[in-house]
């Protein structure tokens, strides 16, 4: 049977986009650009995107594309005969698993949310009935369930449909109409009274920030934001190299990527801190950013409950052009590895990531006792601390080792196939940097995550 590849140019720009498009640098970007120095510190984050997450990019295009396989089968086809690169593909499974194992569960909590705004559910409701409203989803884990299986179900559905039928063509709808929703609520926001304020602690470059906490903290963070901003490092973006022709070099593709990524970080940044300064709230990182603080100014803003409805279902097509791109990876892996059909797959597919998602919607209530990182960490903690501080990083080395070591692909066939085609070419001269600073790079983010949960 012939592989299925994209239709256009635009729906692997956009479906790659969709990928790395989340909701932690959604909610998380604003908090920390404000927290560091504005646009200074946007411009250090912007250096760290080119020199960590430029290379590993196009190093995983080019291993899914010269193959043409999911990250199940790329090391099979590529590696030299003997080698054991392939053995990798289980824990890339493993970790487009471990995202969806709690991904889910907080793409269910935009869809509550965005529901429950567009019926009025928290019109008179004063700070503490917004917040009751919070815990209240936590402590129900059977409306959680049911949000995180239609999630699932939607997120599948639309790879049940096939890749250009389904994946893309609902992709390219949904990064359009999340684009178009985020200009419109920017624009919305900047025009508030006493947005001003809010705009200055976003963007303007404040050094004494920086001189506050720190050089090296604020160069870290960073860092360590530009490196999970794009779930490099476990073949989510590889499979997706795999659909496409060899008309465009890869560098040129991964930078519109990057680039969308980041404009969707910034704008917004231009949605919340402008809405919070008009009303006179603090903003705060994570969940009570979204959860609490949003819906607390939806409920005195002029026309809020239209404007509320309209953020949430942003941050729900955010949430839902990952989990498609994802679900697509899982489910072509899972084809590769065992034979079996597309379809059958997704049906088996989506009673195996309900189940494995159950544990992490406990562990905000019956296994709530449950603390495996340290007091006040959870299911979903562990789960993303093994993703994101360990298979991501890890697997960030072994793509970059795959494609510069001439114990793997190497170094000529790597970049042979990243410059086929028109457009920028990848620099043979960074070959010493990707081959060795790089990788010293990346082990030192590992390093730094581990120092950071259980030694500081």
Partial sequence: MERETFSSRLGFILISAGCAVGLGNVWRFPYIVGMYGGASFILIYLCFLLILDLPIMVAEFAV?????????????????????????????????MLLMM?????????????????????????SYGIVKVFTSLL???????INMCLIVIAGFGSCYLGIRAGVERITKFIMTFLLLLMIILAANSVMLPGA??????????DFGKMAEYGISEVVFAAMGQAFFTLSIGIGSLAIFGSYIEKEQRLTGEAMWIIALDTFVAIMSGLVIFPACSSFNVSPSSGPNLLFITMPNIFNVMDAGRMCGALFFLFMLFAALSTVIAVLENITTCIVELTGWTRKGTIRFGVVAIILLSIPCILGFNLWSSFHPLGEGSGVLDLEDFLLSNNLMPLGSLVYLAFCTSRYGWGWDNFIGEANTGEGIAFPKWIRFYATWILPLIILYIFAMGYYSMFFK
């Fill in 196 to 205: 001003v304020e809010g705009l200055k602690y976003y963007l303007y470059p």
């Fill in 64 to 96: 899914g594309r010269a193959s043409v396989r999911s990250s199940s089968r790329s090391f099979d086809v590529l590696e030299p005969r003997g080698t054991k690169w392939h053995i990798y593909k289980y824990f890339a499974l493993g970790g487009n």
């Fill in 102 to 126: 709690f991904y889910t569960t907080v793409s269910g909590w935009m869809l509550y949310y965005f529901y429950k705004m567009a019926a009025g559910g928290f019109t008179g409701l004063n």
């Fill in 139 to 145: 402590s129900d884990p059977l409306t959680m369930t």
